[in-house]
């Protein structure tokens, strides 16, 4: 029998593009999506919840909303869906059991917030983003975070749910508690931060990125996604990054914030998501146990993608199409296993 790998395998090399009969979009022809300018707007996101975030974003770039908007709006429905382990309602909790959310956004202007270490509320990104514009701070956290929600009239819920409490006592009882990798090809499930990267017609970019981290992670720990240079960055003049994957390589090599300043001395999108890879490939002594994923988005209309292992997925929305596409990959065979 074809096993799922296989599947996916024919399924790209036959360039199938779309949705599959499953819970988690698979695809892939990354030849198509590479190396040529597209015309404005563009909306390119991780993983296959990139699919849904990327289609609200159009909508709001469509009925003319701002760039901004579009990265916030986009990234509210992986954070709203319960059936999605890591980002918002239903991620997967930490050691002890509580759901902690990490976010950032970033703006044409410059301007930047975030969110970490978060509880109790679905949308971290619209917090992130009322740091941003109502606050002079660039991040805030815990229960600070959270005060400051409340003060701004966002709602308290509990994200965790019954699915979630079991697909973390799984990961509780496995003896290797290395994250494991592109968890939603394996699992079929969707999985991993939601990092959104957008360009509307006037050139403007933003960028979004929202997580509840990795599953069963420590209490208290942060990752890459609400830093900003680490899980993303936006430069107006130049273009914008954003990180999925073990965020502590990522933090380690400010991964957003390089590429965007290779992308600055003169490389593609692509390039430099594949010199970022590199350097991290070259600095961080684990990095065959885990896996990270690089987008970047050029103020010309270009794109790139590129991970450490095989299996990075990401959603690019552009010319009236929104299609899932497998990142080339520094290795072409897992090295975690
Ligand atoms: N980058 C996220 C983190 O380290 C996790 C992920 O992308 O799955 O928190």
């Given at each position: 029998m074809i096993n799922r790998r296989k599947f996916l395998e024919s399924a790209a090399a036959l360039g199938i593009i779309g949705a599959l009969p499953t819970k988690v979009l698979k695809a892939g022809n990354s030849k198509t999506s590479l190396g040529k300018s597209y015309k404005l707007p563009i909306i390119l996101s991780t993983w296959s919840h990139g699919i849904g975030a990327n289609d609200e974003s159009m909508k709001v770039l469509e009925s003319g909303g701002s760039v901004i908007d579009a990265v916030e709006k986009g990234v509210m429905i992986p954070e709203g869906d319960p059936n999605n382990h890591s980002v918002g309602l239903g991620g997967y909790p930490d050691i002890t059991g509580k759901v902690t959310l990490d976010a950032s956004i970033m703006g044409p202007d410059g301007n930047a917030g975030g969110v970490c270490?978060?509880?109790?509320?679905?949308?971290?990104i619209s917090v992130a983003r009322k740091v941003m514009e109502?606050?002079?701070?660039?991040l805030l956290s815990g229960s600070g975070a959270l005060k400051f929600a409340l003060e701004k009239g966002i709602k308290e819920e509990d994200l965790l749910t019954e699915e979630a409490i079991k697909g973390w006592k799984e990961v509780l009882k496995k003896?290797?508690?290395t994250p494991e990798i592109n968890w939603e090809e394996k699992h079929n499930e969707l999985h991993d931060t939601i990092g959104l990267i957008a360009i509307d017609t006037k050139s403007d970019l933003a960028g979004a990125c929202t997580t509840s981290g990795?599953?069963?992670?420590?209490?208290?720990r942060v990752g890459d996604s609400p830093i900003i240079g680490a899980g993303l960055y936006v430069d107006n003049e130049i273009g914008a990054a954003t990180a999925t994957g073990m965020g502590e390589l990522v933090m380690k090599t400010l991964g957003s914030f390089l590429v965007v300043e290779m992308m600055r001395n003169g490389a593609s999108p692509q390039e430099a998501c594949e010199k970022a890879i590199k350097r991290i490939v070259d600095k961080?002594?684990?990095?065959?146990k885990y896996q990270i994923g690089l987008l970047a988005l050029s103020k010309t209309g270009e794109i790139g993608a590129y991970s450490i292992q095989p299996g990075f997925y990401y959603a690019l929305f552009a010319e009236g199409e929104n299609k899932l596409f497998k990142a080339k990959s520094y290795y072409k065979i897992h090295t975690n296993q």
């Open positions: 270490y978060l509880e109790n509320i679905v949308h971290p109502d606050t002079p701070h660039v003896e290797n508690k990795l599953a069963a992670k420590l209490r208290g961080v002594l684990n990095h065959k």
